[in-house]
């Protein structure tokens, strides 16, 4: 099965997510033994590709049958609303965005949310939680995926992991490997370091000069001497370590 299937079908346990019915003379399900999206079996259930992928999604380099006209119910399933819903009240999430001043709640979207999908359950962390998820991932097989933007189709992009060693994040697009004790040393010094400086300028090494002055020349020497070999070797787990990193007082 693809990542999509096993996300859907093993983790999160949800049942067939059916088409809608049909309209005229069109069949219900899509003819194709592949799925367009992810190449996984369709166990002939799956949905047109016309009644799930729209004119908005921009990936389509990502596909991986492109001859197939059918989209498979479990990558329907983790792009539709009915189907987020359904999996939000099946494992005791809210569906909906937090909610600020007294406003009206709005619903959220399997765009928004970062997740784990793992055998221990579904989660959808905050970045601040992330920071444990990453130093202490779940027993393997999992699938971590986090939305930076919160705006793109990020879960059919993942990988499996089977190691709590090494492990993949899907950090919207880019797919980042990560070597946990490598990680632990890092967001460690991000961390410290984020006591000082904001998390934009440990990443790039463009730092503000008034916090340099307030910190000092020599404390962001040190700092600078750590980071800088990290930006070059580790980019990408900088990167999720500047994302995910908490501040403390």
Known sequence: MSTTQVIYRDILQMPPFEPPEPKGKKAKYGKDEKCWLC????????????????SSFTDTNQAK?????????????????????????????SPYFPVKDDKKPALANW???????????WLRPSR????NILTNPPKPPF????????K???????????SEDKFFVQFDEEQILVNVNTFKDIL????????????????T?????????????KVWREYEAKLIPIRKQYKQMLKVACFVARKSE
Do not use: P
Request: proline share 0%; glycine share 8%; net charge negative.
């Open 205 to 217: 090494g463009d730092y503000n000069q008034a916090a340099i002055l307030k910190a000092g020349f």
């Open 188 to 203: 460690a010094l991000v961390e410290d370091a984020y006591t000082l400086f904001s998390k934009d300028s440990i990443l």
């Open 152 to 162: 793109k189709h990020v879960i059919f992009r993942a990988q499996i992991s089977y």
């Open 39 to 54: 190449g996984g079996n369709t166990e002939n259930l799956g949905h047109h590709i016309k009644d799930v992928i729209t």
């Open 65 to 93: 049958c492109l001859d197939s006209q059918t989209v498979c119910y479990s990558c329907a399933a983790l792009m539709k609303k009915e189907a987020w819903l359904a999996a939000c009240e099946k494992h005791g999430h």
């Open 111 to 121: 765009m928004f949310s970062s997740h784990v999908f793992s055998k221990d359950g």
């Open 143 to 150: 699938v971590i995926t986090i939305a930076e933007v919160g």
């Open 128 to 131: 601040q939680e992330f920071a």
